[in-house]
């Protein structure tokens, strides 16, 4: 289908950035004025992170035998600089590691999820007047599209990762620019599965959500940021998961210029 093509706001990509991020708090907001659907919504991200730490937790447990694995050049260097090689390797494993874990947990989520995921996207649009342009999808149908829009989102986000990894063996940048890059990286490719279930309901699918969130990027950014930074705190992906999904309802209506108030 066309996609309608929206002019950028005016103001200053900073401001636009943390109105992105004010998003996530104003999901927060409406998604805690409904107590049962906050027990649901805690259910299925609850189940993705323990199974999602205790697979991190194994690899940080293997991460210097990982490390020793992907630099064997260093075998034969002096003790300071071969350990000084596998930190910096370590370092960058568990980045690559905690990108993808981030992405592939959303994409199992809200897979796991759907109904309940669905049903807090639809109460927020509710509470803001309802779905303009709504259209009928089967579950199932819905389920499938998720999963391969997901599939699709992670085979890129590898694609970029990789060089990431890399860049990660970079002193010192490796260790600041790296990491930024990663949560921008991470939060846009976060924003475009989050907002899935808001597009879905209008008949829309991956390429017209990210034709429309890319007129906006600063906006996008600072959602998906966000929402990124928290996921990387212990048990936040967990609580936050479900008002990430409430806010971005709320930045797939402004893509669309929809009311969000």
């Known amino acids: 289908m066309d996609v309608p093509r929206l002019a950028a706001p005016v103001t200053g990509a900073a401001t636009r950035f943390l109105a992105g991020a004010g998003l996530l708090l ?14 649901l919504g805690v259910v299925p991200a609850l189940i993705s992170g323990v199974l999602f730490v205790a697979a991190f937790a194994t690899l940080l447990y293997f991460v210097d035998d990982l490390a020793a694995l992907v630099t064997p050049f260093a075998d034969d260097w002096s003790g300071a600089w071969r350990g000084l090689v596998r930190v910096i390797a370590g370092l960058a494993i568990a980045g690559l590691a905690g990108l993808l874990g981030v992405l592939t947990f959303t994409a199992v989520t809200l897979a796991v999820g759907d109904p309940f995921y669905e049903k807090i996207s639809e109460r927020v649009e509710d509470r803001l007047g309802g779905t303009p342009g709504a259209v009928e999808v089967p579950f199932w149908a819905s389920v499938r599209r998720s ?3 997901s599939l699709r989102l992670l085979a890129v986000s590898v694609l970029v990762g990789v060089p990431l990894f890399v860049a990660g063996f970079i002193p010192v940048v490796g260790q600041t620019v790296v990491p930024v890059l990663g949560a921008a990286v991470g939060g846009w490719f976060l924003a475009l599965e989050l907002v899935g279930a808001a597009f879905y309901r209008r008949g829309m699918g991956l390429p017209e959500r990210r034709s429309l969130l890319r007129a906006d990027r600063p906006t996008t950014l600072g959602f998906g940021v966000a ?4 996921f990387l705190i212990p048990l936040g992906a967990v609580l936050v998961m479900p008002a990430a999904v409430a806010g971005a309802t709320l930045l797939a209506r402004r893509s669309l210029g929809q009311s969000v108030e």
Request: charged share 15%; proline share 5%.
């Open 227 to 230: 929402v990124f930074v928290c």
């Open 147 to 149: 999963i391969i829009d």
């Open 26 to 39: 104003r999901g927060l907001g409406l998604y805690v004025r409904s107590p049962g659907l906050m027990l």
